[in-house]
């Protein structure tokens, strides 16, 4: 048999053997080729294939687009905020230049959850002029007086809470009582008239002759009325402060006259 004939039959072998298993020896190498590519990159190919077809039946902003999106809102955020606190400033002003002598804008700079309606914490102290027994009030009226200090900070016993005790009197007649806090926003004032005149919506100020207190700082308005109250009359006051969302306050120095 010569040479060319044994190449012929080889080569008539080989293209048998191809025809009938090329194609499943081929697909066998390709799906192993593919499950090692996907085993050493750990899918992320596949992961990142199907994000991109699926993103593009999906209509809407990319992830550079939502980035920027998230930024602008935080950006919005923070200016209603500064606007918001710079208005809250303004307020403070405006309050304080109703008053003669010197004053001390101070912030509110610790509440516990217990004692919401009874004490705050002040971000000024003694270095600032701070002493215990001082006033302090905000816009709407009186907040309460200083009972603690330290170099820079102070302690305020809230008009609010219930240990709590201002002297007052209905602006439009000078009747007076002395207002005790219910550790929320209104109070109960008791008259030592056992006829006051008083109706709701009459407006209570510091008393001139109480010890702790200057005289003439707003408090309250008169919500209910009971006559019959014994052993004296009262009336339900509600603080016109806004004590639930203190932010700012103003300290008034004051001797107590105890």
């Known amino acids: 048999m010569s ?4 190449e012929a039959e080889l080569m008539f072998t080989v ?23 996907l085993r050493q990159t750990q899918g ?5 294939l199907y994000y991109q077809v699926v993103q593009s039946f999906q209509p809407g902003p990319t992830p550079q687009e939502r980035w ?12 209603v905020d500064l606007e918001q606190q710079n208005q809250k400033l303004q307020e403070l002003l ?13 912030p509110v700079i610790g509440r516990s959850v217990d004692h919401w309606w009874k004490q705050v914490t002040l971000g000024r102290g003694s270095t600032s002029g701070i002493k215990t027994g001082y006033v302090v009030s905000s816009p709407g009226g009186l907040v309460g007086r200083v009972i603690k200090v330290t170099p820079n900070t102070s302690r ?11 002297g007052g009197k209905i602006a439009r007649n000078n009747f007076m009582g002395y207002i ?31 010890y702790l207190f200057p005289a003439g700082i707003p408090i309250g308005t008169v919500e209910t009325v009971d006559l019959e ?25 004051f001797e107590s006259r105890l």
């Open 156 to 166: 305020v016993l809230l008009a609010s809470d219930p240990t709590s005790k201002v």
């Open 94 to 106: 405006d309050y304080t230049e109703t008053y003669q002598g010197e004053l001390i804008a101070a």
């Open 229 to 253: 109250k014994s052993p004296a009359p009262e009336v339900v006051v509600k603080f016109t402060a806004p004590f639930d969302y203190l932010e700012w306050v103003v300290v008034h120095p």
């Open 3 to 6: 040479t060319q004939t044994v």
């Open 180 to 210: 005790r806090g219910e550790g929320s926003d209104t109070a109960v004032m008791e008259f030592f008239d056992k006829v006051p005149d008083v109706k709701p919506g009459d407006k209570i100020v510091t008393s001139p002759v109480s």
């Open 15 to 37: 293209r048998r053997w191809w025809d009938r298993y090329g194609p499943k020896f081929f697909v066998t190498g390709l799906v192993l080729a593919v499950a090692l590519f």
């Open 68 to 79: 920027a999106d998230a930024r602008v809102s935080e950006l919005e955020t923070k200016l």
């Open 44 to 48: 992320a190919f596949v992961s990142e």
